[in-house]
């Protein structure tokens, strides 16, 4: 009965963790896009329900462990671009695209090797400048309003000491009592708490195409689906690579009319279901990601609730709330980026045109972050004499450990 109850239980904890360690982020990435409440609050509803369709076929259907997320970077790459000429339908539009982009890529193997193989230098530079604006929100926040964001930071640091897991779920139950005791009693009147779906008609700018959807799509890819594959793989699993952009590129279209903006493997949260913590045989662990993706499409139930205290909150408190969520991520990130000294002043230019947040012809720092440091490598590429006094080129690694679908399943 026990080894029953026990991935079930992993898959609990696996969608509270993830549903509260991130909301925030994607609310604010939502809002920051052009969407009103109700938009957000669907938007949110809408991933939860395509992430949970999409883990549980693909834990059923491969017997592995394969946990469903939203892209927590993509909902920080909203928060760093804004809102694109054209409001709102352009950022649908936009979803709709990167969608497309992710089943292209499970659908056409070279295309998912060409986005694996961008150098991780450059990509986790990209991404560390994608996050540095929200990760430096717990910091503006403790100067702005230090009474309230005093203790969420306090909190977050206590638990992130003791119980690291629950560190962000903590710092949030603490600034959701900050918010109700700092509110005026009529903050949630007039609040539509019930979930509801918002369609939204989409509309393409070209701008957009090359500033939000290229960058969605490369960000998603990079920092969710790569590390994503690495995890399993680090556990034993060689799950089909395919298969897995083709389900959650298809829910990210599914959710994208009703304002999900990306569904991807889960990279933070994928441990929890895929280690041994889930079940000591690995052959059972995929109860745990089913579990977890029903859990998190019941969390969904919850949007409207969610949104509605994020509206009522000083902006600033849930972006701090958001930033400390990240600030692995950015760890990790930049970590990647400044290893290899042969690349680190391209990863270092990749950074700082990305989180600049400069916007050229409508197409923001992420795409001419990437741009920039790629010309970089390009331009400086080293040289090193080989033994029969040639010339050989210093290759440039790029990410490693995607699998293609012929590869076997974990025994």
């Given at each position: 009965?026990?080894?029953?109850?026990?991935?079930?239980?992993?898959?609990?904890?696996?969608?509270?963790?993830?549903?509260?360690?991130?909301?925030?982020?994607?609310?604010?990435?939502?809002?920051?896009?052009?969407?009103?409440?109700?938009?957000?609050?669907?938007?949110?509803?809408?991933?939860?329900?395509?992430c949970?369709?999409?883990?549980?076929?693909?834990?059923?259907?491969h017997?592995?462990?394969?946990s469903?997320?939203?892209?927590?970077?993509?909902?920080?790459?909203?928060?760093?671009?804004?809102?694109?000429?054209?409001?709102?339908?352009v950022?649908?539009?936009?979803?709709?695209?990167?969608?497309?982009l992710?089943?292209?890529?499970?659908?056409f193997?070279p295309?998912?090797?060409?986005?694996?193989?961008?150098?991780?230098?450059?990509?986790?530079?990209?991404?560390?400048?994608?996050?540095?604006?929200?990760?430096?929100?717990?910091?503006?926040?403790?100067?702005?309003?230090?009474?309230?964001?005093?203790?969420?930071?306090?909190?977050?640091?206590?638990?992130?000491?003791?119980?690291?897991?629950?560190?962000?779920?903590?710092?949030?139950?603490?600034?959701?009592?900050?918010?109700?005791?700092?509110?005026?009693?009529?903050?949630?009147?007039?609040?539509?708490?019930?979930?509801?779906?918002?369609?939204?008609?989409?509309?393409?700018?070209?701008?957009?195409?090359?500033?939000?959807?290229?960058?969605?799509?490369?960000?998603?890819?990079?920092?969710?689906?790569?590390?994503?594959?690495?995890?399993?793989?680090?556990?034993?699993?060689?799950?089909?690579?395919?298969?897995?952009?083709?389900?959650?590129?298809l829910?990210?279209?599914?959710?994208?009319?009703a304002?999900?903006?990306?569904?991807?493997?889960?990279?933070?949260?994928?441990?929890?279901?895929?280690?041994?913590?889930?079940?000591?045989?690995?052959?059972?662990r995929?109860?745990?990601?089913?579990?977890?993706?029903a859990?998190?499409?019941?969390?969904?139930?919850?949007?409207?609730?969610?949104?509605?205290?994020?509206?009522?909150?000083?902006?600033?408190?849930?972006?701090?709330?958001a930033?400390?969520?990240?600030?692995?991520?950015?760890?990790?990130?930049?970590?990647?980026?400044?290893?290899?000294?042969?690349?680190?002043?391209?990863?270092?230019?990749?950074?700082?045109?990305?989180?600049?947040?400069?916007?050229?012809?409508?197409?923001?720092?992420?795409?001419?972050?990437?741009?920039?440091?790629?010309?970089?490598?390009?331009?400086?590429?080293?040289?090193?004499?080989?033994?029969?006094?040639?010339?050989?080129?210093?290759?440039?690694?790029?990410?490693?450990?995607?699998?293609?679908?012929?590869?076997?399943?974990?025994?």
């Amino acid at each position: 009965m026990a080894g029953r109850v026990q991935p079930v239980l992993a898959g609990v904890v696996t969608a509270l963790v993830g549903f509260a360690s991130s909301f925030t982020v994607v609310l604010a990435g939502l809002r920051a896009a052009g969407a009103s409440d109700a938009q957000a609050a669907s938007g949110l509803l809408a991933l939860c329900v395509a992430c949970g369709l999409a883990a549980a076929w693909l834990g059923w259907r491969h017997r592995i462990p394969m946990s469903v997320a939203w892209s927590t970077p993509g909902a920080a790459l909203l928060v760093a671009t804004g809102a694109p000429p054209g409001g709102w339908p352009v950022a649908v539009g936009a979803f709709l695209v990167s969608g497309v982009l992710i089943v292209a890529a499970g659908l056409f193997p070279p295309l998912g090797r060409a986005v694996a193989a961008i150098p991780k230098p450059v990509a986790g530079a990209m991404l560390a400048g994608v996050l540095l604006p929200l990760c430096t929100a717990p910091v503006r926040a403790l100067v702005e309003l230090p009474a309230v964001a005093g203790p969420v930071v306090v909190g977050w640091l206590l638990l992130h000491r003791f119980a690291r897991r629950w560190a962000v779920p903590g710092a949030l139950l603490v600034a959701v009592v900050a918010i109700a005791l700092t509110s005026p009693p009529t903050g949630l009147t007039g609040a539509t708490l019930a979930p509801s779906i918002v369609l939204t008609a989409p509309a393409w700018e070209a701008s957009a195409l090359v500033g939000l959807a290229l960058p969605l799509f490369l960000v998603t890819m990079a920092a969710q689906n790569v590390p994503g594959m690495a995890v399993l793989a680090g556990y034993g699993y060689r799950p089909p690579f395919g298969a897995a952009l083709r389900a959650t590129g298809l829910a990210s279209l599914l959710a994208a009319p009703a304002g999900g903006h990306a569904v991807n493997l889960a990279a933070i949260t994928a441990a929890l279901a895929a280690g041994p913590d889930a079940h000591p045989d690995p052959d059972r662990r995929w109860v745990a990601s089913v579990t977890a993706g029903a859990g998190l499409a019941l969390l969904g139930l919850g949007a409207g609730v969610a949104t509605a205290l994020v509206a009522v909150a000083p902006p600033i408190l849930i972006e701090a709330v958001a930033g400390l969520a990240l600030l692995g991520a950015l760890a990790t990130a930049l970590a990647a980026a400044v290893t290899d000294p042969a690349t680190r002043e391209a990863a270092v230019v990749t950074f700082v045109v990305t989180a600049s947040g400069v916007t050229l012809i409508g197409v923001g720092g992420a795409f001419w972050g990437l741009i920039a440091g790629c010309l970089m490598l390009l331009l400086f590429h080293r040289r090193r004499p080989s033994a029969d006094g040639q010339e050989k080129s210093t290759p440039v690694q790029g990410n490693r450990g995607v699998q293609a679908d012929r590869t076997p399943q974990h025994h």
